[in-house]
């Protein structure tokens, strides 16, 4: 150390140690800073606990959100069966076959959904087609010799229009056509169980339970009496069949559950001398 005017110091630096310590809970950060024996010159304690907590909770909203936007893409996986479009048909002359055109869009998990009936028939139908594609046949009932009811179905039908042709094996009186497409359905094993049933007596139709959640149920229906106006809904389903000379109906909807019975009457449908045959098949969601 030197004394006068023009000297002149280097402040001494003590010796210390300095420490900064998180504690275990994550919550305090401590530090300290002391001399060259030990003593304690500052110390701070700083309570970190309420931002632990936020971030606790952002983590726990966002697992959260995580959880609703799976949730959000596993239901746009497994979407509900939808109509793409329909048509329909009937002729009261007889003959071998009856024609419609059906356009069928572009969507995923597409299939092609014929109802055929006719009046008073042994013979059965031989083909359906769209275009040159070839339908199966999943279903089919008659009533004695007075009727028959028929399902057909193609998985994955070419985009576009084309026609759909339903052909008999001989002539046949009165009859009636119509093809359904529609898509989110199951292509690998679309058809789950099928129903069928007949009678003289009004309401027609049956039930059927269907064996897959979401699936759609979808039936056809051939009378012998009866008119157009006197046809009546199931309540909740759709009808496509239409035309003044038809003798077939078909409907068809979502059920909400298996385990019920998915009753599909016509009410009123036939009068005291009338028949009918009712067939119905269950349609997998994809």
């Known amino acids: 150390m030197a004394f006068g005017g023009g000297?002149?110091?280097?402040?001494?630096?003590?010796?210390?140690?300095?420490s900064a310590v998180l504690s275990g809970d994550g919550g305090d950060l401590s530090e300290t800073l002391t001399d060259m024996n030990g003593v304690p010159l500052y110390s701070l304690i700083t309570d970190n606990s309420a931002a632990v907590a936020a971030n606790t909770v952002n983590i726990a909203t966002n697992a959260v959100d995580i959880g609703v936007n799976a949730a959000d893409i596993t239901e746009l996986q497994t979407a509900d069966i939808q109509l793409d479009s329909q048509v329909s048909t009937s002729d009261a002359?007889?003959?071998?076959?009856?024609?419609?055109?059906?356009?069928?869009?572009?969507?995923?998990?597409?299939?092609?959904i014929v109802s055929a009936n006719a009046l008073g028939v042994?013979?059965?139908?031989?083909?359906?087609?769209?275009?040159a594609q070839s339908l199966t046949q999943e279903v089919t009932e008659i009533y004695g010799t007075n009727g028959r009811a028929d399902l057909w179905y193609l998985v994955n039908?070419?985009?576009?229009?084309?026609?759909?042709?339903?052909?008999?094996?001989?002539?046949?009186?009165?009859?009636?056509?119509?093809?359904?497409?529609?898509?989110?359905?199951?292509?690998?094993?679309p058809i789950g169980v099928t129903a069928t049933d007949t009678g003289t007596n009004s309401p027609a139709g049956g039930n059927i339970t269907p064996t897959t959640a979401n699936s759609l149920i979808i039936d056809s229906i051939m009378w012998t009496a009866?008119?157009?106006?006197?046809?009546?809904?199931?309540?909740?389903y759709a009808?496509?069949?239409?035309?003044?000379?038809?003798?077939?109906?078909?409907?068809?909807?979502?059920?909400?559950?298996?385990?019920?019975?998915?009753?599909?009457?016509?009410?009123?449908?036939?009068?005291?001398?009338?028949?009918?045959?009712?067939?119905?098949?269950?349609?997998?969601?994809?």
């Open 239 to 286: 009808i496509f069949i239409g035309g003044t000379d038809r003798n077939g109906g078909s409907q068809f909807k979502n059920p909400s559950a298996t385990s019920a019975n998915n009753a599909m009457v016509y009410n009123q449908l036939v009068g005291s001398t009338g028949s009918w045959s009712w067939v119905a098949m269950e349609i997998k969601r994809a």
């Open 7 to 18: 000297g002149s110091s280097t402040p001494e630096t003590l010796a210390h140690t300095h």
């Open 157 to 189: 039908p070419t985009a576009g229009t084309s026609t759909i042709t339903v052909t008999w094996t001989a002539s046949v009186g009165r009859r009636t056509m119509g093809g359904y497409s529609f898509y989110n359905v199951d292509q690998a094993s």
């Open 93 to 112: 002359v007889n003959g071998t076959t009856l024609t419609a055109d059906l356009t069928v869009a572009a969507n995923s998990d597409k299939i092609l």
């Open 122 to 131: 042994f013979e059965t139908i031989s083909s359906v087609t769209f275009g």
């Open 226 to 236: 009866g008119s157009e106006t006197e046809l009546t809904l199931t309540p909740g």
